[in-house]
Nanobody, 126 residues
Framework: QVPLVESGGGLVQAGSSLRLACDAS????????MGWFRQAPGKDREFVAA????????AYEASVKGRFTISRDNAKNTAYLQMNSLKSEDTAVYYC??????WGPGQRSQSYYEHWGQGTQVTVSS
């Protein structure tokens, strides 16, 4: 088990920024791909971003590329999602997830991930 706890969500106005954090309780954190997904009301959960264990590789969903940045601090067992220029359509529950696997094309798929956090709500008002 890799308990994951998200934090940093909230209510902001369009154009604002938020930084989400995901704390992982594992000594093997640097061996895990970390991903962020989101689920808006009435919609399926979708991929947002992922980062490799060492942080050298990242992937983004097209609508957030250039606005969101995923990063990690392996010394703190924490992954981050910096969200800038937020839009109302970014409103969703954001989940972090971890996968003890090699970096590859599968990181955009929910089934690739073994552990999930409980989620943090992000609401962007227009």
């Amino acid at each position: 088990q890799v308990p994951l706890v998200e934090s940093g969500g909230g209510l902001v106005q369009a154009g604002s920024s938020l930084r989400l954090a995901c704390d992982a309780s594992t000594r093997l954190f640097s061996l895990h791909i970390m991903g962020w997904f989101r689920q808006a009301p009435g919609k399926d959960r979708e991929f947002v971003a992922a980062i490799s264990g060492g942080g050298g590789s990242t992937a983004y969903e097209a609508s957030v590329k250039g606005r969101f940045t995923i990063s990690r601090d392996n010394a703190k067992n924490t992954a981050y999602l910096q969200m800038n220029s937020l839009k109302s359509e970014d409103t969703a529950v954001y989940y972090c997830a971890s996968a003890g696997r090699a970096w590859g094309p599968g990181q955009r798929s929910q089934s690739y991930y073994e552990h999930w956090g409980q989620g943090t709500q992000v609401t962007v008002s227009s």
